[in-house]
């Protein structure tokens, strides 16, 4: 498996951006298809993003479209989560998950496929 490790997690006003990035470690992650999720106090972790092991392929659920961006960087071992335009009800631990594939094209979109979790980082926007 590969280790994850989150950062980029902070507090921010309404509106503002953030980038999320997960760095990989332990394992070549270019076999791997990942996925970010999000999990606020009580309620159920929901994913955000997904993405193949090529990066050519994503996937978001309709209530995420349009202010969530996932990308890869293969030189760096790296997936990013772009955030735009953060609302409070973005405030939850987001968290990336790893999971081996052997098509290039597959991902992932289901908590229970994922076995390499990060430890998460916290997003906290204020109104």
């Known amino acids: 498996q590969v280790q994850l490790v989150e950062s980029g997690g902070g507090v921010v006003q309404a509106g503002a951006s953030l980038r999320l990035s997960c760095a990989a470690s332990?394992?070549?992650?270019?076999?791997?298809?990942v996925g970010w999720f999000r999990q606020a106090p009580g309620l159920e972790r929901e994913l955000v993003a997904a993405i193949s092991w090529s990066g050519r392929d994503t996937y978001y659920p309709d209530s995420m479209k349009g202010r969530f961006t996932i990308s890869r960087e293969y030189a760096s071992n790296t997936v990013y989560l772009q955030i735009d335009n953060l609302q409070p009800e973005d405030t939850a631990v987001y968290y990336c998950?790893?999971?081996?594939?052997?098509?290039?094209?597959?991902?992932?979109?289901?908590?229970?496929?994922?076995?390499?979790w990060g430890q998460g980082t916290q997003v906290t926007v204020s109104s």
């Open positions: 332990g394992r070549a992650f270019s076999n791997y298809a």
């Open positions: 998950a790893a999971e081996y594939v052997r098509s290039h094209g597959y991902y992932y979109t289901d908590a229970a496929d994922f076995r390499s």
